[in-house]
DNA sequence: AATCATTGCGTATATTTAACACAATGAAAA
DNA sequence: TTTTCATTGTGTTAAATATACGCAATGATT
């Protein structure tokens, strides 16, 4: 029984590998059919659900266990990433678990992972349909949730969720986004989208356009949107030169 | 001899009491005759300077910890904290000592001080004049330094202390600052000058006036600056609800 | 009484934001 | 074929905000 052998290993002598009293919460967002997204796990036989996580390997550096966590529940390398707060509540434990999970499972009551945790928030911004949801050892499933209509969430993942979404409402009125959350090609009404989901609240269009043309980030094709019944809205990319750029020394504009 | 007692049961006992693997390390402004200031602390025996810091116990909320190391090393409580990033890096121990620093001293190889830390970085805004410098346990001195003028800190103190400033020159564009920095009384052009020291640059005077004016944070008092060779300026004191107010809101302007 | 650095308040101009008008597009409907 | 219609791309205008100065008032010092 491999399964049973990883977790008691995992629970018994994991404290001899991870940096104890550590961990990382992922909120990963992803925008698909007009929606913001995140994307949660669950553990089995628990009805409440968790952001994405896990620990530090003793010779890791933080950003590199968040990547390789990521990496783990997505299949994705290359993940947009956003260190956005640290987490020191007195009652953080890293997870809780009913009671049978432990049925037949020989785990020590002083195991590291029944200890106190303070954990490091991470915001990820990752493209929708390249994401393939793996759930993790401990849990059953790995499932995208519309921001608006969220589970319950265990511990404090709840407001672990409300201050990455502040911070990325925070991030979008300085720095450019998009990249990596949507498409390779993408219209301005889609941009736009993203945009007023994020931020959740209606933007004019018009002035909205103008504003993004002007950051010089995009870069028009000669192509239009196929297949629509009405005016077809020009392709774009991102120049990704000056995107970088941008990501670096901020625009001056709230949007 | 209790000083050799105390430092030998902190490096073999105190894993016990604190969560290992994390530290506290704190950048704290004050502001004095027109300069920013840094409070910093130095080894014994050792030409580097470090930020105050230390560590969490395990039945203590994070930020109860701050504030009980920063009590420790200023005197003060209730201060102004944000807590501004988190640093990971692989290399990242809590300190480091000359050799000579263990002569006549029984400390394990393996004590918690040796392992690598993850360490959350705060800043914190004082009033200069109330500080009384207190260097900890393992420290000589405890002094101010001008931001414009640091000596050599050691591991990553120095990276630390740049995303510190950088992150509360971006925060003084958003939230109300002064109170805890400034004396009970001040006038605009104290007020001026903390900005323009955190800001790094000059700002019109006028407008900044009318601005500061605007957001009515700020109390007019029937008393001017006493003893200057010129026009006395207007003396203010904060308008607290106000200003606790804008605290959560933000102000709508840049400087 | 004159000097002078500095303060408080005002104004003129440029820049940015917000709100809206209108022609162009092109599939779908008539 | 022609008309309809939701939507797009661009332009225009008014309001709000930011920036750059002008100038009289102050009050210790000369």
């Not at 049978?100 to 020590?108: A, D, H, V």
């Not at 007023?196 to 504003?211: A, G, P, S, V």
């Amino acid at each position: 029984m491999e399964y049973k052998e990883y977790i008691e290993k995992f629970f018994n002598q994991g404290h001899k590998h991870y940096l104890s009293h550590i961990s990382i919460d992922c909120v990963v967002f992803g925008f698909h059919e007009n929606e913001l997204k995140v994307l949660l796990l669950n553990m089995k036989n628990l009805n409440s659900w968790v952001l994405p996580g896990g620990f530090i390997l003793k010779d890791e550096e933080m950003e590199t266990a968040v990547k390789r966590i990521l990496t783990e529940r997505t299949g994705l390398t290359d993940i947009f990433l956003h260190q956005f707060q640290t987490f020191g509540g007195l009652s953080r434990s890293s997870f809780t678990v009913p009671e049978l999970f432990f049925k037949n499972l020989q785990i020590k009551k002083d195991s590291w992972m029944f200890d106190r945790f303070i954990s490091v928030g991470y915001y990820a911004l990752v493209e929708y349909s390249k994401v393939k949801p793996i759930p993790d050892i401990l849990s059953e499933k790995c499932e995208w949730f519309n921001v608006h209509d969220l589970p319950e969430l265990a511990h404090d993942h709840r407001h672990i969720f409300d201050e990455a979404w502040q911070s990325l409402r925070f991030w979008i009125n300085h720095y450019p986004i998009g990249y990596n959350l949507l498409p390779e090609k993408f219209t301005m009404p889609d941009l736009q989208k993203l945009y007023e989901t994020i931020l959740d609240r209606k933007l004019d269009r018009r002035n909205f356009q103008r504003k993004m043309l002007a950051t010089g980030i995009l870069n028009r094709l000669n192509e239009v949107k196929p297949g629509v019944a009405h005016k077809a809205p020009y392709l774009y990319t991102f120049n990704i030169a000056a995107y970088e750029k941008t990501l670096k020394t901020g625009f001056g504009f709230a949007l």
